[in-house]
């Protein structure tokens, strides 16, 4: 089934062929835009985000794609401005946010909560980050950020992740999204903090190389870095938090001993694991990343609502 007009929960219900589609709407979008071109194709459309935990990029960059594609945004950000702090079930909440949008991206600290509202309501859901589970949409403009450097096509191209493996969602997304790609994955870690077995299965399933280490030195030999930071928010423990928070830090005299092309990606908000010096150096690329994140997500809002690029 085609995931437009459906709702977006999961990377890997996407196909290559999919990917391939949205790549190519991301990159004209990216052209329109930047060319100024009159965007008003939404103009009857509402899109309601409903972020239950922190959030500045995805909340931010979901309403500005809504407003550059002409529609308009209604929305409510935290616990404690909603009725659920009264009390209210999600159900009844995600009830009435289909009664006022066409269209809904959804952000909450339990894993699974974009799947309930996507079978509670009638209106296409988008999974905005559900815990420690996934985040599909940051995957996807995170492969549009590789693509857009010519990484997805180049053989052998390798990818390290670093930092909080277990907890990042971002990563449990894109590397689902990598796996149709022949990409090699290098996971950077300390032990309590490395891949969950179900994302190891999947890229054994699907047939794809990849190593664990806890050294930043593997960093050396990748095309791309994609540093997070620990989820302290994940932690039940606030003193094994503080025990791996500065884990890695990787700053301009590290990414000086890697390979000259190396791109440095993060998905921001980042604490101390991506040093400041490193922000004018040509490897670093999180902030076009973020801003990538614009044209992959009016893609997105335009598949599932089912209008065509003119």
């Not at 909603?82 to 269209?103: C, N, Q, W």
């Not at 490193?278 to 076009?288: G, K, Q």
Request: net charge negative.
């Amino acid at each position: 089934m085609s995931w437009k007009g459906q709702s977006i929960l999961s990377a890997q219900q996407f196909s290559p062929q999919d990917l391939a589609e949205i790549l190519e709407t991301s990159r004209r979008l990216e052209g329109l835009l930047g060319s100024k071109k009159n965007l008003k194709l939404l103009d009857d459309y509402i899109l309601a985000t409903l972020f239950f935990e922190p959030s500045t990029r995805t909340r931010l960059s979901f309403e500005a794609a809504m407003h550059r594609l002409g529609g308009r945004v209604i929305s409510t950000v935290g616990v404690q401005f909603s009725s659920l702090a009264k009390g209210e079930t999600l159900f009844d909440t995600l009830k009435m946010v289909e009664s006022y949008s066409d269209i809904c991206a959804i952000r909450h600290s339990v894993e699974g909560a974009s799947s309930l509202a996507a079978r509670s309501i009638k209106i296409p859901v988008i999974n905005a980050g559900d815990g420690a589970g996934e985040h599909p949409t940051q995957g996807l403009l995170d492969l549009y950020t590789i693509h857009r450097h010519g990484y997805l096509e180049r053989a052998k191209t390798s990818v390290a992740f670093v930092g909080d493996i277990k907890f990042g969602r971002t990563i449990h997304s894109l590397i689902q999204l990598l796996s149709h790609y022949g990409v090699h994955m290098v996971f950077i870690a300390p032990n309590e903090l490395q891949l969950p077995q179900k994302y190891a299965d999947l890229l054994d399933k699907a047939g794809v190389s990849y190593e664990k280490t806890e050294d930043i030195e593997a960093l050396r030999s990748v095309n791309v870095g994609y540093i997070t930071r620990i989820q302290e928010e994940r932690f039940t423990d606030h003193r094994e938090y503080e025990r791996f928070k500065d884990a890695y830090i990787v700053d301009r005299e590290l990414i000086g001993r890697c390979r000259e092309d190396i791109i440095v990606m993060h998905p921001l908000p980042r604490l101390s694991e991506v040093a400041t010096d490193l922000d004018s150096h040509r490897s670093a690329v999180y902030f076009e990343q973020a801003n990538n994140g614009l044209y992959v997500r009016m893609a997105l809002i335009l598949g599932l609502l089912q209008v065509e690029l003119p």
